[in-house]
């Protein structure tokens, strides 16, 4: 059963930076789609990033070019790198994972989902 656990939120000021993290327990990380999703209060959950085996990758418009996701398989992690952190970030954010060798942000795509971090934006 692979498992997800997320690390890195926090609060942090309007352009600030945060670098969240996803460890997973499996030794084949290498073989599934990861991505990134956000859920703020009151809305339902969006995807905001994602990145195949291969490492091809799309972002949400909303978080293009402040975004950067990435993955070492080596060491089982998927990573997010936030800057330039606008109030309308704020929300829990979630790693996900399908064993599969494609992108999207559908959520019903991905099977396996972490717990969340909460990640808070000021002004």
């Known amino acids: 059963q692979l498992q997800l656990v997320e690390s890195g939120g926090g609060l942090v000021q309007l352009g600030g930076s945060l670098r969240l993290s996803c460890a997973a327990s499996?030794?084949?990380?290498?073989?599934?789609?990861l991505g990134w999703f956000r859920q703020a209060p009151g809305k339902e959950r969006e995807g905001v990033s994602c990145?195949?085996?291969?490492?091809?990758?799309i972002a949400a418009d909303s978080v293009a070019g402040r975004f950067t996701i990435s993955r070492d398989d080596a060491k089982n992690t998927l990573y997010l790198e936030m800057n330039g952190l606008k109030p309308e970030d704020t929300a829990v954010y979630y790693c996900a994972a399908a064993p599969t060798n494609y992108c999207t942000t559908y959520r019903d795509h991905f099977d396996y989902w972490g717990q969340g971090t909460q990640v808070t934006v000021s002004s």
């Open positions: 990145i195949t085996t291969s490492g091809r990758t």
């Open positions: 499996v030794f084949t990380l290498g073989s599934y789609t």
